[in-house]
């Protein structure tokens, strides 16, 4: 998936212990066998992803589902706790998780793509640009490796979002089991139907991962210069941890904001039917003028929550699975000059 030895060799320099440490702790030394930067970096990353992605988005499946149900029907529910209530008494555990399998798989994926290839593309778009260029232009580079990540990481996504999206606001039950929904989709409408929310799904997923990524590492930052007294590298594992978590949530709320009108437009697109000879694009316009300015934004308080949530324990997982292997934490600066 990640460029060979061979081709990354060109842009390796030499890499320089990270230290994080505190009075109160023993200090943190990475001590990886794993080479910043490496094909096998890209890999761990790519790891970190997809538990990252996979598991926050498979634990957050019961407020997803009402969320898209109260964007496809926005007087479902009159809130999430009520829509917890009633989903519960009626359907059980079962219909809280309903559309988990599909969640499960295609975050996964995500995360494996969206993770894995920023670390790539910042990395490559770094040393191509060169090293003031990209000191001085740091936020554009985080901006233009998740873009280029996410473009991929959707790809991997977009079939199990399809049924995910018609496991969870059809009237009837879609499909009895997650091989049961592809085969559905797929005699029904062949590739195009897993595919067909794709463009939707860049709109609301490009905008949502370039703020999340750039806001998170611009917060951790700021957190590190203007709040707390002491360099990154002086700070112990824990505490660099609760930074990440920090900087995430309050990425979270700005990646909700931002991505939250196409996100209800590819909860549509997966719901609705197409009239005869009508294409994807034609049906999404329709959409949108039948839902009007205040329908786009239906589902927004529930879809915050989650997003808040989602991208402060992402972070955190992704973090803490670098840290357990042996390298740093993102963002923040770098490690002292030995």
């Not at 592809?182 to 929310?197: H, P, V």
């Not at 951790?220 to 210069?225: D, F, P, T």
Request: hydrophobic share 40%; glycine share 12%; net charge positive.
């Amino acid at each position: 998936m990640f460029p060979s030895s061979q081709t990354l060799s060109a842009f390796k320099g030499a890499q320089k212990p990270f230290i994080a440490a505190s009075p109160a702790e023993k200090p943190f030394i990475a001590s990886s066998v794993v080479e910043i930067n490496s094909p096998r970096y890209f890999y761990t990353c790519a790891a970190g992803g997809v538990l990252a992605c996979g598991l926050t988005h498979y634990a957050l499946t019961p407020v997803d589902m009402l969320k898209c149900r109260m964007q496809v029907n926005k007087s479902m529910y009159k809130g999430i706790f009520d829509g917890l209530k009633k989903v519960a008494s009626a359907e059980g555990i079962k219909g809280l998780y309903l559309g988990g399998a599909p969640t499960l798989v295609g975050y996964s994926l995500q995360g494996m793509g969206k993770y894995g290839f920023y670390e790539y593309f910042k990395y490559l778009y770094a040393n191509l640009a060169g090293e003031e260029t990209a000191a001085k232009y740091k936020t554009t580079l985080y901006l233009a490796a998740s873009a280029s990540a996410e473009v991929i990481a959707d790809v991997m996504l977009c079939p199990m979002e399809a049924l995910k999206v018609k496991m969870q606001t059809s009237s009837t039950p879609f499909a009895t089991s997650f091989l049961g929904g592809i085969r559905k989709i797929g005699g029904a409408e062949g590739l195009n139907g897993f595919y067909k929310g794709i463009v939707p799904l860049w709109l609301r997923q490009i905008p949502y991962t370039m703020v999340k990524f750039a806001t998170f590492e611009k917060t951790v930052e700021a957190i590190y210069k203007n709040l707390l007294s002491k360099p990154k590298e002086q700070y112990s594992k824990g505490e660099q941890l609760g930074v990440t978590f920090a900087a995430g949530y309050f990425a979270g709320i700005f990646c909700a904001i931002v991505s939250h009108p196409a996100d209800t437009l590819v909860s549509k697109l997966n719901n609705v039917a197409k009239a005869e000879g009508e294409t994807t694009g034609t049906l999404a316009i329709r959409i949108l003028k039948d839902l009007g300015f205040s329908g786009v934004w239906a589902g927004l308080g529930p879809r915050i929550f989650m997003i808040g949530t989602l991208t402060s324990f992402q972070w955190g997982i992704f973090d803490s699975f670098k840290v357990q292997a042996g390298l740093p934490t993102t963002g923040g600066g770098s490690a002292k000059k030995q």
